[in-house]
């Protein structure tokens, strides 16, 4: 049984394990040594076997103890958190240079709360340097690699969570979504994954990129196994000044319930899914539409009404989250200085120049273009011309998703307008940017949004369908791509690998 | 309006970076094609549109939480200076700023 253990999602393992089919340290070593031999995709940036072991052997020792259930879903499942996260038990990069050994003296919170769940961390996971980038070739260690077709980016800037998630190294991974992180890089390789409502997760112990649209979500191979993770890691933290004071519901009876009015055939009765056409027009890839379009279908079967709605901002979003995560972001970066960790130069006159060139070696192209993105919009002259303008559009755009919801549950469309590219085949920076238009407006207004497999497009490559609800709406988003994955397998589908 | 060379030379100063010389021949012409795409979203009139700093307050008053002033964090000075570049008797050691 031992050689099929990879291929089982959360929930699964969870059952295993409470069965005493399996014990923790038993699925650890089968998932680390397969974590080894499939090095070569460039998911981990850290890997710790001792530190796993001893917290598998831990679990297992609760479980035979008795302390298992309803407390500890996740007790003994082992997992792996994007570098974005801090740790005490491993390293923590962000995918920099900047931060090259850096070891923090404690745990993000929702490191801590998977933790306090019973879940095995086996490492750190590859990502676009301080989650700044969409294909993880942004990383300054290694490029991630699609495992679908290893000449490929997995996306980003969760690349690495994306990877280890579709390759079956781990059944579950958390990453983070600012601009659509989570939600990009899970269509690219065919899993599911989550960004909650700002606020829903903790963002302290988060390495901050842009504070106000920065939010944790998991990955996993399907919405269920989603809900297991996303239940751990909310909920108000006193850390976060930003965290919401909000009730955390059961996420897992959310996305498993059936709905007043709906059936066992027809789950998704009653539920209007507004299809924004913005999202369907020029410029998405003919394979893309099509295998959208057929998801659709497929929750229309399951009874679901599709609705035409208008989010015209669309296109803007662009500019504006390009003005405003820059400009959080020069400021959060500031902080990178040489003094108190992080990258000091070697050679330096004086204070002044020990910061330049602390910050010029330490840092990557893609974040010194949006250091001075952001340092210029924020200057005296152009604030008001640039970011405070963005700001007001971000209104705009929050605005039209509410004039939306008024005639729909949930908006549907593509993740991105096309499947995943060819690494280094894009050297041009602001037409990668051009790419997140779907995943943007829902960062900037601060909805949850999903992404949920939904077949394959041009290539044979995997291709998500997104999913965005109202705030605090993720219940919904997971039932509705739960009912899409009770109803069709292409969740269940596992890349060839080497 | 295009951005000039010295414009790139005074964002890389106020952001603290040093830029070879071929950075900054990228940067110009990258800043330039981005602030094309942005010149779209400088034409929408919004007058009368209150800024949204944080996104949860499009649709709920959003304010301010402070906790009590009151100590909460022990003292890890050791374990929270474990990766500083140079330490010296619990103090960061910077270059000379007096002379």
Request: aromatic share 6%; proline share 6%.
């Amino acid at each position: 049984m031992s050689h099929e253990l990879h291929m089982l999602g959360v929930a699964e393992l969870a059952a295993l394990l409470d069965g005493k089919q399996v014990s923790s340290v038993e699925l650890t070593k089968h998932l680390l040594a397969r974590v080894a031999a499939h090095e070569a995709l460039g998911a981990f940036l850290a890997v710790d076997e001792e530190v796993a072991l001893a917290q598998a052997g831990a679990a297992d020792l609760w479980r035979a103890r008795g302390i298992h259930g309803a407390g500890h879903p996740l007790l003994g499942v082992p997992i792996a958190h994007k570098d974005i996260f801090v740790t005490r038990d491993f390293p923590s990069t962000a995918g920099s240079k900047m931060l090259a050994g850096y070891h923090s003296p404690f745990d993000a919170t929702v490191v801590s709360r998977l933790a306090a769940a019973g879940a095995v961390a086996l490492g750190k996971l590859n990502c676009d340097e301080f989650a700044m980038g969409g294909s993880n070739e942004n990383s300054a260690y290694q490029p991630a690699r699609n495992p679908w077709d290893t000449t490929r980016i997995p996306g980003g800037s969760s690349g690495g969570s994306a990877v280890a998630v579709a390759a079956r190294l781990v059944p579950g991974a958390t990453g983070t979504d600012t601009g659509g992180s989570v939600r990009q890089p899970a269509s690219l390789t065919g899993v599911t994954g989550i960004k909650p409502t700002y606020g829903r997760c903790s963002r302290y112990g988060m390495i901050a990129f842009a504070s106000s649209l920065d939010q944790a979500g998991p990955m996993a191979r399907s919405a269920l196994d989603c809900a297991h993770l996303l239940q751990a890691m909310s909920g108000f933290d006193p850390r976060d000044a930003t965290s919401a004071e909000q009730p955390v519901p059961d996420f897992v009876a959310e996305t498993t319930a059936l709905r007043p009015g709906a059936s066992a055939d027809r789950p998704l009765a009653g539920l209007r899914i507004g299809l924004p056409k913005e999202f369907f027009g020029e410029g998405v890839a003919p394979g893309v539409l099509g295998t959208v379009r057929a998801a659709l279908a497929e929750l229309e079967k399951l009874g679901a009404t599709l609705v035409e709605v208008s989010l015209p901002r669309t296109e803007l979003s662009i500019p504006v989250y390009y003005i405003i995560a820059p400009a959080e972001a020069s400021s959060n970066l500031s902080r990178y200085d040489g003094v108190r960790y992080g990258h000091r130069a070697k050679d330096y006159k004086d204070l002044g120049e020990m910061y330049r060139a602390s910050r010029s070696e330490g840092f990557g192209p893609e974040v010194k273009r949006r250091i001075m993105i952001g340092a210029y919009v924020l200057s005296h002259g152009y604030y008001d011309a640039y970011y405070l303008q963005a700001q007001k559009l971000r209104r705009m755009i929050a605005d039209d998703f509410q004039a939306a919801f008024k005639d729909c549950d949930l908006i549907a469309g593509p993740v991105a307008p096309t499947v995943a590219r060819a690494i280094g085949s894009q050297t041009d920076p602001v037409a990668e940017y051009l790419a997140d238009i779907f995943t943007l407006p829902a960062s900037l207004a601060g909805l949850p949004g999903i992404s949920v497999p939904a077949g394959f497009g041009e290539h044979g490559m995997p291709v998500g369908l997104q999913l965005i609800g109202n705030y605090w709406q993720e219940g919904a988003l997971l039932h509705a791509g739960h009912a899409l994955q009770q109803a069709t397998d292409w969740h269940c589908r596992a890349p060839a690998l080497a | 309006m295009a951005l000039t060379p010295e414009d790139v030379s005074r964002i890389a100063s106020l952001a603290r970076l040093d830029l070879s010389d071929a950075e900054r021949h990228d940067l110009l012409a990258q800043l330039n094609d981005f602030f094309g795409i942005v010149e779209r979203m400088r034409a929408v009139d919004t007058s009368g549109v209150e800024p949204l700093y944080t996104p949860l307050s499009a649709v709920q008053d959003v304010h301010l939480r402070l906790r009590e002033d009151s100590v909460s964090e022990p003292d890890n000075r050791e374990a929270n200076q474990k990766s500083a570049p140079a330490v010296e008797g619990g103090l960061f050691l910077v270059p000379r700023v007096i002379e």
